[in-house]
């Protein structure tokens, strides 16, 4: 047999291992003849049965299709004869055979006689349930992320309402907010990478303690975790509770010593005990302040229990206890407990943090925050290069000179690996100023310092300090 002899066959299979690749069933109607000849394909998607099915007249699907899949097809085919072109269109179909309700794409073209009149119509047919789950499950999540946004940012603003009402000075809000601000993020990066479906009890007091005092502080417990809202009130309760260690009791000298320990409950609920020792001697404070309020009140009623703050002479005594509903199933993405790590230092008055005439480049898809960098930055004593907002404005700062660099992870939507990776290749070392929560190093694995957001820019001069002093 010659080799054009076979080129229909040959093409018929190629165009039957196309469709079954794509997933894809078709039919023809042929008006004239009255049927509809649904392929083994197309009933496995649609379940109407396959072969010649009887179909005559302008509404050859009527008997397969429901009223509101009729509808559709029939609206697709409208605008087809209207427009003269192909139709398609996507609806629900109840499937015969099953009764299931499946998303379906159909499309095709309506085969026309000399004279215009419609002769019949040739098509496929594509289950797109899959994708219509994909789309409201995203649509979900993302209704979802637009109610914790708000929520966050309705914390934040109580947060600093709260803060500047109780305090004094510019610099003692900035101070005692942006600690409140840093330990809500910390909180938020780990319920981020459990998908939010919980916190560990131990990575909130690790994410707490270790930057503070990573050699005076001890925590253990069985393994608990938290849902979303008690997280972020136990995070801030350890907050309020470290930084008045740091400030009056166990954690303001060296021979002091902080020890936390929790147990579950037999109520489904658990206990915290925050015990310090060591310290100078302790008596109640004079006012309440908002630390005090928050413990009392806020983690109480967040944790569906109590919290008792006791000023003993040897060192504060706080026992939390928590109701059931603030413990969570323990979530099936557990990430890892976060790197015990110091909080980079603030830079020592007078010396301008080490970066007198270092040239220093910033890349920062934030405006505002790119701003405080440059001006927090030049304070210290830097020039700066930049700021740069997008990855092709950073790569076109890179033919000038650059003694340390300032990256921001993520340029909307772009790594800045590139940047980092011709710095490297420079021998020009970088911080990275990031909110992304990634373990084990730096983004991208390189070994670079990271200071995550929220931060205070006083942190983000000193590591670029030390990283001058360190070349």
Not at 121 to 149: F, M, N, Y
Request: hydrophobic residues 45%; glycine residues 12%.
């Amino acid at each position: 047999m010659k080799r054009e002899d076979q080129g229909p066959n040959v093409e018929r299979s190629r165009l039957e291992l196309a469709l079954e690749v794509a997933g894809l069933g078709e039919f023809e109607w042929d008006r004239a003849a009255g049927v509809l000849v649904v392929s083994q394909r197309m009933a496995a998607i649609s379940g109407l049965p396959a072969g010649a099915l009887p179909a005559t007249g302008g509404d050859a699907m009527e008997p397969y299709l429901d009223a509101d899949s009729l509808a559709a097809l029939s609206a697709g085919f409208q605008h087809s004869r209207d427009t003269g072109g192909a139709f398609r269109m996507e609806f629900q179909h109840t499937r015969p055979d099953d009764g299931r309700r499946v998303w379906v794409r159909v499309a095709g073209v309506i085969v026309r006689g000399p004279d215009g009149r419609a002769l019949g119509a040739s098509g496929i047919v594509e289950d797109i349930t899959p994708r219509k789950l994909e789309d409201d499950q995203r649509q979900a999540l993302l209704a979802e992320l637009d109610h914790r946004v708000k929520n966050v940012l309705a914390a934040v603003q109580a947060l600093a309402t709260q803060t500047a009402k109780r305090t004094t000075s510019l610099d003692g809000f900035l101070q005692t907010f942006g600690g409140r601000l840093k330990a809500m993020a910390s909180a938020n990066e780990l319920l981020t990478a459990a998908r939010w479906r919980g916190a560990a009890i131990d990575h909130l007091a690790a994410a707490e303690l270790a930057p503070l005092a990573p050699s005076q502080a001890t925590w253990e417990g069985p393994e608990l975790f938290l849902t979303p809202r008690a997280a972020n009130a136990l995070s801030l309760a350890l907050h309020e509770l470290a930084t008045n260690a740091v400030k009056f009791g166990a954690l303001s000298v060296d021979t002091g010593r902080v020890h936390l320990h929790w147990k579950s409950l037999s109520d489904g609920g658990f206990e915290l005990e925050w015990t310090e020792s060591g310290g100078p001697t302790v008596s109640p404070p004079a006012r309440r302040g908002f630390g005090s309020t928050l413990l009392d009140q806020v983690t109480g009623r967040e944790l569906n229990g109590e919290t008792i703050v006791e000023y003993r002479p040897g060192g504060v005594h706080a026992c939390l206890r928590a109701g059931p509903a603030a413990v969570a199933p323990r979530p099936e993405t557990v990430p890892e407990a976060p790197a015990l790590r110091p909080e980079a230092p603030a830079p020592a008055p007078g010396r301008g943090g080490g970066l007198k005439g270092s040239r220093v480049l910033i890349v920062e898809d934030a405006v505002l925050l790119a701003l405080e960098l440059e001006i927090g930055l030049s304070e210290a004593g830097a020039v700066v290069i930049g700021p740069a907002y997008e990855l092709d404005e950073a790569m076109a700062l890179l033919d000038q000179p650059i003694d340390a660099a300032v990256l921001d992870a993520n340029l909307n939507g772009h790594s800045v690996g590139p940047v980092a990776e011709a710095l490297a290749a420079r021998g020009v070392p970088f911080v990275f100023a990031t909110g992304y929560g990634e373990t084990g190093g730096g983004p991208g694995g390189f070994n670079a310092p990271v200071i995550r957001k929220p931060y205070d820019v006083t942190q983000v001069a000193a590591a670029v300090a030390e990283l001058l002093r360190s070349t």
